[in-house]
């Protein structure tokens, strides 16, 4: 589990240990907060580890993924969750800019499902039942955000590729996609504010959601064996309209 240290990620951790996965948590500054979620984890029973790389950094992907390797042997689940969020005006974003964004939310999605993918072709071969990859993408990679040029362009890009890693990966892995919609207020901005509270009125359902819900369809999709290539939105309705807000 990339990012999955706080925020959502954290709750898919717990979500899938209270299932009865072993996560390993990968963090990349946050060691206290994925210290404090690998012990919430095994108070479900389970074992749970961490493990810190800069996805951003090739080398130290293909360093943790060694790691596991040779500390468990297989892989059975991947959520791609850490992600950069970058904003700016088109004309001002710099070539670095453009290239830490797509770095981080396409490049480190790539090269982490390929160093799994030859994990998990021996995990399937062993159990019986395909591999599971889920990308958390965004609804700027479906609708044009104002002013969220490579956030945008970096996860239509994960989309795209969640349907080609589906192809090329069947039968022994499968690879979907869920796009959150309103779950949890920007960082800062707390629960009862009235920002946050009033993104609930540009949303078909009129609420906004919570972490659990995104944990239920991560469940989903682990389980359910003849979904793949698919985009799951988690979002409230929210993406029937575009780009609202933004």
């Known amino acids: 589990m990339t990012g999955g240290a706080s925020r959502l990620g954290r709750a898919i951790v717990l979500g899938l240990a209270e299932a009865g996965a072993r996560p390993i948590i990968h963090f990349r500054k946050s060691a206290e907060e994925a210290s404090e979620t690998v012990d919430d ?19 130290a992907i293909e360093s943790m993924f060694d790691q596991i390797r040779s500390r468990f042997g297989g892989l059975d689940i991947l959520v791609n969750s850490a992600a950069r969020f970058d904003s700016g005006p088109f004309e001002s974003i710099t070539l670095e800019e453009w290239r830490r964004s797509l770095d981080v939310n396409l490049t480190a999605p790539f090269l982490c499902a390929q160093h799994a993918a030859r994990l998990m072709r021996f995990t399937a071969a062993k159990r019986g039942s395909a591999a599971v990859i889920i990308n958390m993408v965004d609804l700027s990679g479906i609708h044009p955000w104002h002013e969220h040029v490579q956030h945008g362009v970096s996860k239509a890009g994960l989309i795209h590729l969640t349907r080609i890693m589906a192809r090329e990966l069947a039968p022994d892995v499968r690879v979907n996609a869920i796009v959150p919609g309103a779950i949890l207020p920007p960082p800062g901005v707390d629960a009862d504010d009235q920002r946050w509270l009033s993104v609930a009125e540009r949303v078909p359902l009129l609420r906004v959601g919570s972490p659990s819900d995104v944990v239920e369809a991560i469940k989903y999709l682990v389980a359910s064996d003849f979904v793949t290539g698919s985009l799951l939105q988690v979002d409230g309705g929210e993406g029937m309209l575009g780009p609202i807000g933004h």
């Open 41 to 59: 984890a095994r108070s479900f029973g389970v074992s749970a580890e961490a493990l810190g790389a800069d996805l951003s950094d090739p080398g």
